[in-house]
């Protein structure tokens, strides 16, 4: 039974949290979008 | 036929330069000299049952050494802005990957002797009992492997890490060569007729990734 | 075509939730319970659908570098890229999930079978092309490199099955389940795994184009 449980953990837990570090870099990114064009690093 | 003049070019002046400084050769004799003493010593001596063991130590071996001479083939034009220059010749740069290779695959040869040597002297394997084909078989192993190895070095040296990527790149693509010459090895040393699929499937290998070199330099030395 | 696959990515996520709950109420509502193994056999439906995303995201790494090598466009580039990262995620679950079943059921954590060493190899494959693009100077020169890499590696992939078995001989691993003669409850509850699965697998494949196309947007404004 704790195979089970930690084998379905695992998944649903990766699946979590290959998600969050999506969002998470989806809104640095178009947080970095918004930001007016000349305060870029030149 | 200028695309061979230019890869026998490139082959001509990789030879010299190894026979002439030698340090590439070198490193890599030393490493496998080493190794497989430290193996020799480490391990419990060679009996029947473990004499199975030895062709891929061997090919295993000869696959860490290979790394030292891999990485510096493309180090040389780097170095010297070199690189500049080849991809102005004037041909398919294909050939260019065939002349490294080449170069390479000499250079690799000449590491796989250097190991059979090492391995009659402190290990006791009986090379004659394998014959010719033995010198097939590391004709065909040293072209995959300088094939592979010139093309992922290439791959690799565009990064910070490319002593950590080559290794990573190479190895899994390499397993196949590994299995197929520790299995012909095996063979040959015990006295078998091996099985002829298996040098076919070998040098197809080889072939494929002489030919993605071959189409792919172009792209490749371009960026 | 990206821009359809980035548009969509919400439907995608809503779909992938909504199959992953029906899957998860099926394997423990209604899949029966194996005889002989027991109730750890359940792992199957966890383990068994994450091949296709797997094999779906790296067979997308070596078109998107097919394609890029052609075409020169950058967007080939970005699916490649996509299609390696979010299929590793599934390969590795493929990895970690099989020896949690492997140890109950053969009693050891790992053997050295055909399918299991195949599949290692593969995720090192794949794998070492993320290091590769991670670890470039992230200048044009990566993505043809890392388009090559990814051809090479696909291909490489039968001459490793085929080298693996001869150096470890037969599987012990199951047969496609499909073959297996499995009653219809295990054989809807995997489908449902695999329906499940893809969806969250085209859900991560949008938002990392997403993600791609927005970083390359970036790069272009600050130099363009």
């Known amino acids: 039974m704790s195979y089970l449980i930690a084998a379905y953990t695992i998944v649903l837990a990766s699946f979590v949290g290959y998600w969050f570090s999506l969002r998470s870099r989806r809104q640095a990114l178009l947080r970095e979008a918004e930001k007016p064009q000349s305060t870029g690093p030149s | 036929m200028t695309g061979a003049r230019v890869a026998a070019a490139i082959l001509r002046k990789d030879l010299l330069l190894d026979l002439r400084l030698g340090d590439r050769l070198g490193q890599m004799w030393v490493f496998a000299a080493l190794v497989i003493v430290l193996m020799s010593i480490t391990l419990p001596a060679v009996n029947d049952e473990t004499r199975a063991w030895v062709p891929a130590l061997l090919w295993t071996i000869a696959l860490l050494a290979s790394l030292l001479g891999l990485a510096r083939s493309l180090q040389t034009e780097r170095d010297d802005g070199a690189i500049q220059q080849l991809v102005q010749v004037p041909c398919d740069r294909g050939w260019v990957f065939l002349g490294k290779v080449a170069a390479n695959w000499l250079a690799l040869f000449a590491l796989l002797l250097w190991i059979a040597l090492l391995s009659a002297l402190f290990l006791d394997v009986a090379w004659t009992r394998a014959g010719f084909e033995m010198i097939g078989l590391a004709l065909l192993g040293s072209l995959g492997l300088a094939a592979l190895g010139t093309l992922l070095a290439t791959l690799a040296s565009s990064s910070r890490f490319a002593q950590f990527l080559l290794p990573v790149l190479l190895f899994p693509l390499m397993l196949p060569i590994l299995v197929w010459a520790s299995l012909l090895t095996r063979d040959l040393l015990g006295g078998q007729i091996s099985a002829a699929p298996l040098w076919g499937v070998l040098a197809l290998y080889d072939w494929i990734f002489l030919l993605i070199g071959y189409f792919t330099f172009n792209a490749i030395l371009e960026d | ?224």
């Open chain 3, 1 to 224: 075509m990206e821009a359809f696959w980035i548009r969509s990515a919400r439907i995608w996520g809503v779909l992938a939730l909504t199959a992953l709950a029906v899957w998860l109420g099926m394997v423990v509502f209604y899949a029966p319970v194996e005889k002989v193994q027991g109730v750890v056999q359940k792992i199957f439906y966890a383990h068994v659908p994450n091949s296709l995303p797997a094999y779906l995201g790296f067979g997308l790494t070596a078109l998107g570098g097919l394609l890029f090598l052609i075409t020169r466009r950058e967007s080939y580039d970005r699916l490649a890229q996509a299609g390696a990262e979010v299929g590793v995620v599934f390969c590795t679950l493929i990895v970690v999930t099989g020896p949690i079943w492997a140890k109950p059921v053969w009693g050891h954590w790992w053997v050295w079978d055909l399918r299991l060493t195949a599949t290692l190899v593969l995720w090192f494959i794949y794998l070492a092309y993320l290091f590769l693009r991670a670890f470039a100077y992230g200048s044009d020169a990566t993505k043809t490199f890392a388009s090559v890499y990814g051809i090479a590696g696909i291909i490489a992939v039968p001459f490793v099955k085929f080298a693996v078995e001869l150096a470890k001989g037969q599987t012990m691993h199951p047969d496609d389940p499909a073959k297996a003669g499995l009653p219809a409850e295990m054989q809807f509850t995997l489908m449902a795994g695999f329906i499940a699965y893809l969806l969250v697998f085209a859900y991560f494949l949008s938002r990392r184009l997403e993600i791609a196309k927005l970083e390359a947007d970036l790069q272009e404004r600050l130099d363009p």
